[in-house]
């Protein structure tokens, strides 16, 4: 994956400093604004410096991973975007642990009043929307699963066995072909989109990339277990029904079963996630450690307050008669999907 374009001062340094051997970077300057989800250039800084833990960047030496001034930025910039999110998302109610898997469906119907982003793609988008959208989550979905991976270490008894009963459906049951990953990356050829890892990192805005790095922050610290457990909880119970519009809507624009898959998958497979997420891993969670059961609800809200902020964004982009990408995205090659010729959303 190729470094991103700049988008402000801290990318820029970022992407100067990186194609270089590792060194002591200089601080940077004092930020003076209140740190916002959709500042372009928080979030991209921080999707750089969590990538080093992923898949790293062409031309970027892996030894950057772990220099200590690299790691001092990451953590001011988590700062801030722990700061964004304290302001956007309010802090649910804290159940009796007993009552966590309730309270989680209850979060999940409170947040359920958004725009459906699901229902718009399902009988109206056309394909150059549809397409935006795949790109949208390619970001995401190309690395399906390895933000919640980060917990397995860090957990015991039911709610470890839960987790991984998860990880091991997401990455295919042992079988490469069959990754939600490369399910994905199946969706992403049938529409005549490049389906390399981190193709289009520069076309999504921070909105998206904010989806990504909350996933990460929650990962990579083992304070925020909690919040980890309860995202992927809330992605879990709310993808089943979403993913079925999803495919219905790329039947309805010509999509074949191979690019209709990895929706497909998900409609049965997350109804059964769902269940050993609310109950066996969040559940499981706050019955033995009690005190992350605060968390757990905060992480669940997290990714339902994102999920809605960016299906704002792409909803209102798109009434507006505007691309919900900051950069447009290349015609379909000859045989996605069908329907070709169809315009950019
Ligand atoms: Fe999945
Ligand atoms: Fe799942």
Redesign the pocket.
Known sequence: MQLPEPRGPVTARLVEELVRPPRPLDAPPPWSAEPAVDDEDLQLALFVCYEMHYQGFDGVDDGWEWEPSLLGLRGRLEERLERALARTVPRPPVPAPRDVPRALAALVEEYDDGPSLSAFLRSRADLGRFREFVVHRSIY?LK??DPHTWAIPRLLGRPKAALVEIQA??YGGGRPGRM?AE?FRATMRGLGLDDSYGAHLDRVPAVTLAISTTMSLFGLHRRRRGALAGHLAAFEMT?SQPNLRYSQGLRRLGGDAAARR?YD??VQ??AV?EQIAAHDLCGGLAAGQPHLTGDILYGAACALALDRLFARHVLDRWRQGLPSLRSPLPDAVAGAASGAGAGRG
């Open positions: 979905q399906e699963a459906d997401e939600h399910l993808s990895y998958e998900h497979a997350d996630h």
